[in-house]
């Protein structure tokens, strides 16, 4: 249970619902399906990177609304035993399949998140993660390092997509809310989406 243990005691402040999202333990998985009411993008000429991140299942170009996706959290155990959680994040836009992909980890020592985004990956993140007051889950970006095969360099501060995600969940609807947001320094917005997705359940 990697995200309990980042958490630490402030994981018994989410949502019930959040707890049981983030409570699994490898052999378990997380499914869900939902609408995305938004997917933005950057500027054009960004184009060339997301084109190169979507052969990578790692940001996309297209934008658009009301975008059917569904989620996939698969909880599992490393070659070295340490318990790993795989993100499949699919999004359904006209006649593609779109992917936001991810492999997490948790350093214990530092009490962060390791994140590596896409498949093969092409860029690392260190994550933090607390809870808000209303007992939703806030994720932000730290650390960064662009991958190259086998080499990661790390990113200065104005080269870096910083990260933050808010997700709750929404007892009116009985849904999960998620929002996603990549800013850069020089560029400002270079990616986001905001949606909820419902059916959730951990098998």
């Given amino acids: 249970m990697i995200y309990k243990q980042v958490l630490g005691e402030e994981f018994y402040h989410l949502h019930p619902a959040l707890q049981?999202?983030?409570?699994?333990?490898?052999?378990?998985?997380?499914?869900?399906?939902?609408?995305?009411?938004?997917?933005?993008?950057?500027?054009?000429?960004?184009?060339?990177?997301?084109?190169?991140g979507a052969r990578r299942k790692f940001l996309f170009p297209e934008q658009g609304k009301d975008i059917p996706f569904t989620i996939r959290n698969t909880y599992t155990q490393g070659e070295a035993g340490e318990e790993q959680v795989h993100w499949e994040r699919i999004f359904y836009i006209g006649k593609k399949?779109?992917?936001f992909n991810a492999w997490m980890s948790l350093d214990s020592e530092r009490k962060i998140m390791k994140d590596y985004l896409g498949e093969p990956p092409l860029l690392y993140s260190d994550l933090s993660f607390s809870v808000s007051q209303d007992g939703g889950l806030h994720i932000a970006s730290k650390r960064q390092r662009f991958i190259a095969g086998n080499v990661e360099i790390p990113?200065?501060?104005?080269?870096?997509?910083?990260?933050?995600?808010?997700?709750?969940?929404?007892e009116s609807r009985q849904c999960f809310?998620?929002?996603?947001?990549?800013?850069?320094?020089?560029?400002?917005?270079v990616f986001a989406y905001e949606g909820e997705f419902t059916s959730g359940q951990l098998l």
Avoid: C
């Fill in 177 to 189: 809310y998620i929002h996603v947001k990549v800013t850069n320094p020089i560029i400002g917005k």
């Fill in 20 to 52: 049981r999202r983030y409570g699994g333990s490898p052999g378990t998985r997380f499914n869900g399906d939902g609408m995305m009411w938004t997917i933005e993008s950057g500027p054009k000429w960004l184009a060339p990177l997301f084109k190169l």
């Fill in 97 to 99: 399949k779109r992917y």
């Fill in 155 to 170: 990113l200065p501060g104005l080269l870096q997509g910083h990260v933050n995600v808010t997700e709750k969940y929404i």
